[in-house]
T-cell receptor, first 111, second 123 residues
Framework: QSALTQPASVSGSPGQSITISCTGTSSDVGRYNYLSWYQQYPGKAPKLIIYDVNSRPSGISNRFSGSKSGNTASLTISGLQAEDEADYYC???????????FGTGTTVSVL | QITLKESGPTLVKPTQTVTLTCSFSGFSLTTTGVAVGWIRQPPTKAPEWLALVYWHDEKRYSPSLKGRLTIIKDTSKNQVVLTMASMAPVDTATYYCVQLSCFTSGSCHTAHWGQGTLDTVSS
């Protein structure tokens, strides 16, 4: 099972909005709404920030939002802050493995 | 409060079998909708699902590693054990234990992670 495709890096200035894409296929991202996003700081475990395409777990800032169109999902970070510098991974259920498949990962830099 | 903690050897020799134990608290693996799984992440790479076990003992394995993996749950000890055979240097990674909450909609959320244990495979 191939990993979902994400841009290697995205950057923005404080206060701006950025969007990270996550491209899969009609068998995974395009077929199911079981799409999650994780934030990971160096040396730390990933943290769930979006699930089911656009839902936020309790305690997650509403500056993070998710959407999906066709085989591509997106994570938007609004009002970019220095603390948003991290790696971000998408994840989607795939019936090929009956497990989730992760994206390639995107490093967000705040200029 | 839900916590998970991984334990196991940090250095493994090629061809050996490694046993990783996840000890958890704050939930029961007998509760409907609960699952515990293992995810690994090689240095500087994306995470990868390895295996998971549901409350009713259904098990799922990564097809690419299925023949090498065994996952079992011990509900009396609140532990999940993963064994991985024929270890090789490419298996060097941080291994995470995760808790999933699954719903009738089919959605499962991986909201709780252990801190991870770095396993290095080297002779």
């Amino acid at each position: 099972q191939s990993a979902l495709t994400q841009p290697a890096s995205v950057s923005g200035s404080p206060g701006q909005s950025i969007t990270i894409s996550c491209t899969g296929t009609s068998s995974d991202v395009g077929r199911y709404n079981y799409l999650s996003w994780y934030q990971q700081y160096p040396g730390k475990a990933p943290k769930l920030i979006i699930y089911d395409v656009n839902s936020r777990p309790s305690g997650i800032s509403n500056r993070f939002s998710g959407s999906k169109s066709g085989n591509t999902a997106s994570l938007t970070i609004s009002g970019l802050q220095a603390e948003d510098e991290a790696d971000y991974y998408c994840s989607s259920y795939t019936p090929t493995t009956n497990l989730d498949v992760f994206g390639t990962g995107t490093t967000v830099s705040v200029l | 409060q839900i916590t998970l903690k991984e334990s196991g050897p940090t250095l493994v020799k090629p061809t050996q079998t490694v046993t990783l134990t996840c000890s958890f608290s704050g939930f029961s693996l007998t509760t409907t909708g609960v699952a515990v799984g293992w995810i690994r992440q090689p240095p500087t790479k994306a995470p990868e699902w390895l295996a998971l076990v549901y409350w009713h003992d259904e098990k799922r394995y990564s097809p690419s590693l299925k023949g090498r993996l065994t996952i079992i749950k011990d509900t009396s000890k609140n532990q999940v054990v993963l064994t991985m055979a024929s270890m090789a240097p490419v298996d060097t990674a941080t291994y995470y234990c995760v808790q999933l909450s699954c719903f009738t909609s089919g959605s499962c959320h991986t909201a709780h992670w252990g801190q991870g244990t770095l396993d290095t495979v080297s002779s």
